[in-house]
């Protein structure tokens, strides 16, 4: 639906369905209008989240052909080369998060990873309605379940004069291998790439997965090589250089990152700014009271009690979607949990009991949000509405503690990560109040939003902690392998996961490593109802996401999964 400002808000009830249908179009249609599908199949298709957080629905099986021709390349913007306009004008982006690495590969936030997407490019171009775009790789066809060709765009730089090729493909594998990142899913999954020419490849991957081509437009960073080896990974993400429509001018950190229009940028029409500042304002009325005053264009994660003031601003759009973030109160067995009473299955049952999930929505949230049960929510593939819960119930979690040898309760730690998203010290305030009725004496600690995810990145984070784990696409697979799948069990694993317990890496892999969609279902469900019984979190809600813009703001588009890309954004006088 497009406002009055020409921005664009995504209600989007078919993007599992684009996601499993991708893999036949891409290979016979122009590839930005096509949506991922199985290779060599089409089961009933998953249901895509939509601002009502609808439940999933089915979508006929389509037919395909494993081996069709590549789909040829088609430009994503309407404009001609005769007809680009220079970029112009400048763009100031309010973020709530400091940022602490312009990298995909070691990004803490989605928000650093936006950025850097705009500098450091993929293979594919990720829309807002969960289909993905030709970029970097101009077409593809799928081979079968895990092999992929891609023919490669020619003509491209990298900023500072490398040449782009199928060589930067393999550097790039081999160069997340040879080091340690936080970002697990970093060229995750691939067995081998085989370079047929400078611009054509096949990638072998490990395991046939249902996400794939999404996921090469969200988590395979293209790197040149030499400036790497140079500056090492370290280095690359204070001073990264790409191939993307900007580049970096200045970072001061914790008060801007300025990027400029990259002058030989190859997709004509593309960038349309000159210049795009993002501000990090953590502070949630901060934020928007700089939008008020002009001092900024676009304030990301608006607190929803400001967005009727917002609102009432004639120089103000608000724009509402339901997110994919899920909020919840992680476990860490791994390290500073270890000898403490998480380790017991009822003392954790009874926290879950204890904490009264939907009054925080309806009191914190003032109702923007749904209490979830898992990370298996309504807007995911693969929920079971019939699926049993555990209420709130503190004398039921009382009962469950004397159980657990914990009459008496007990004391413990937990962290949250200060400013980091809406309201999000007030929740956990509330947590902490929920769980001392039922006995259990909180150490609640509020730390800057940087240093609480270097220590959860590190498994150097509290027994207790409060995050919110967010999904690219409308299937809980990214989060649960983030959270629950830890990288010293496997080696696909997480560095962000503190929690192990063997049955939850079992059923990832049981819904992860398949393109069967029942198969998937069957597992994905019988995944929802081992979080309810053996929970690794105290699990809490998704909210709304509200993004405050101005009207001088044009082409926006807001993704539910907080990535925002600004390659066709202008801005006019107000």
């Known amino acids: 639906?497009?406002?009055?400002?020409?921005?664009?808000?995504?209600?989007?009830?078919?993007?599992?369905?684009?996601?499993?249908?991708?893999?036949?179009?891409?290979?016979?249609?122009?590839?930005?209008?096509?949506?991922?599908?199985?290779?060599?199949?089409?089961?009933?298709?998953?249901?895509?989240?939509?601002?009502?957080?609808?439940?999933?629905?089915?979508?006929?099986?389509?037919?395909?052909?494993?081996?069709?021709?590549?789909?040829?390349?088609?430009?994503?913007?309407?404009?001609?080369?005769?007809?680009?306009?220079?970029?112009?004008?400048?763009?100031?982006?309010?973020?709530?998060?400091?940022?602490?690495?312009?990298?995909?590969?070691?990004?803490?936030?989605?928000?650093?990873?936006?950025?850097?997407?705009?500098?450091?490019?993929?293979?594919?171009?990720?829309?807002?309605?969960?289909?993905?775009?030709?970029?970097?790789?101009?077409?593809?066809?799928?081979?079968?379940?895990?092999?992929?060709?891609?023919?490669?765009?020619?003509?491209?730089?990298?900023?500072?004069?490398?040449?782009?090729?199928?060589?930067?493909?393999?550097?790039?594998?081999?160069?997340?291998?040879?080091?340690?990142?936080?970002?697990?899913?970093?060229?995750?999954?691939?067995?081998?790439?085989?370079?047929?020419?400078?611009?054509?490849?096949?990638?072998?991957?490990?395991?046939?997965?249902?996400?794939?081509?999404?996921?090469?437009?969200?988590?395979?960073?293209?790197?040149?090589?030499?400036?790497?080896?140079?500056?090492?990974?370290?280095?690359?993400?204070?001073?990264?250089?790409?191939?993307?429509?900007?580049?970096?001018d200045e970072w001061v950190a914790g008060d801007r990152i300025v990027l400029k229009a990259n002058p030989d940028y190859y997709e004509p029409g593309r960038p349309r700014l000159e210049t795009v500042i993002f501000r990090p304002i953590t502070e949630d009325a901060t934020r928007a009271a700089a939008l008020q005053a002009g001092d900024i264009d676009i304030a990301r994660l608006v607190p929803d009690e400001l967005v009727l003031q917002l609102e009432q601003d004639p120089n103000i759009e608000v724009l509402k979607i339901q997110g994919t973030r899920n909020y919840s109160v992680l476990f860490n067995n791994m390290t500073t949990g270890v000898g403490t009473p998480i380790e017991s299955r009822e003392v954790r049952q009874a926290l879950n009991y204890a904490v009264d999930n939907e009054q925080i929505v309806d009191v914190i949230l003032e109702g923007n949000g749904v209490a979830v049960d898992s990370f298996i929510t309504p807007i995911m593939f693969g929920y079971d509405e019939s699926q049993p819960t555990i209420p709130y119930d503190p004398e039921r979690a009382r009962e469950l503690l004397a159980e657990a040898g914990y009459p008496d309760g007990f004391s413990i730690a937990m962290a949250c990560p200060a400013g980091a998203y809406v309201k999000i010290e007030q929740v956990c305030q509330a947590v902490a109040g929920y769980l001392e009725d039922v006995g259990v004496i909180v150490d609640l600690q509020i730390i800057e939003s940087g240093q609480f995810w270097d220590q959860e990145a590190s498994r150097e984070i509290a027994p207790l902690f409060l995050d919110g784990w967010g999904a690219r696409f409308p299937d809980a697979t990214t989060p649960l392998l983030g959270a629950f799948v830890p990288d010293?069990?496997?080696?696909?694993?997480?560095?962000?996961?503190?929690?192990?317990?063997?049955?939850?890496?079992?059923?990832?892999?049981?819904?992860?490593?398949?393109?069967?969609?029942?198969?998937?279902?069957?597992?994905?469900?019988?995944?929802?109802?081992?979080?309810?019984?053996?929970?690794?979190?105290?699990?809490?809600?998704?909210?709304?996401?509200?993004?405050?813009?101005?009207?001088?703001?044009?082409?926006?588009?807001?993704?539910?999964?907080?990535?925002?890309?600004?390659?066709?954004v202008s801005v006019t006088d107000e």
């Open 1 to 248: 639906m497009r406002n009055k400002n020409g921005l664009s808000v995504i209600f989007s009830p078919g993007i599992v369905l684009l996601i499993l249908l991708i893999f036949v179009t891409a290979c016979s249609a122009p590839v930005e209008e096509t949506p991922l599908v199985n290779p060599t199949e089409a089961p009933a298709a998953e249901a895509e989240p939509t601002e009502s957080a609808a439940d999933p629905t089915e979508a006929p099986a389509a037919e395909v052909e494993p081996t069709q021709p590549a789909a040829e390349p088609t430009e994503p913007t309407a404009e001609t080369e005769e007809e680009a306009v220079a970029p112009s004008g400048t763009l100031v982006v309010g973020i709530p998060h400091t940022v602490n690495a312009l990298d995909k590969a070691n990004g803490a936030t989605e928000y650093a990873n936006s950025i850097s997407q705009h500098i450091q490019q993929m293979p594919l171009y990720p829309h807002p309605d969960g289909s993905v775009g030709p970029l970097l790789a101009e077409s593809w066809e799928i081979i079968d379940d895990t092999h992929v060709r891609f023919n490669l765009r020619q003509g491209v730089t990298f900023t500072n004069g490398e040449p782009f090729n199928a060589d930067v493909f393999m550097f790039s594998w081999e160069w997340i291998n040879s080091n340690d990142v936080a970002n697990a899913e970093t060229w995750a999954n691939v067995e081998a790439i085989d370079i047929h020419d400078d611009y054509s490849l096949t990638i072998t991957f490990t395991n046939p997965d249902p996400l794939q081509l999404q996921k090469m437009a969200y988590f395979y960073p293209l790197y040149p090589p030499e400036y790497t080896q140079e500056v090492g990974m370290e280095g690359f993400g204070q001073a990264p250089i790409g191939t993307g429509p900007f580049v970096l």
């Open 488 to 568: 010293t069990v496997v080696d696909y694993g997480s560095t962000w996961a503190n929690y192990y317990d063997p049955r939850y890496v079992e059923l990832y892999e049981a819904q992860g490593f398949t393109l069967d969609q029942e198969k998937r279902q069957e597992a994905i469900q019988e995944f929802h109802r081992y979080m309810v019984e053996e929970p690794a979190a105290i699990w809490l809600y998704q909210s709304f996401v509200f993004t405050g813009v101005r009207n001088r703001v044009q082409g926006l588009e807001v993704y539910a999964n907080e990535t925002q890309l600004l390659y066709d």
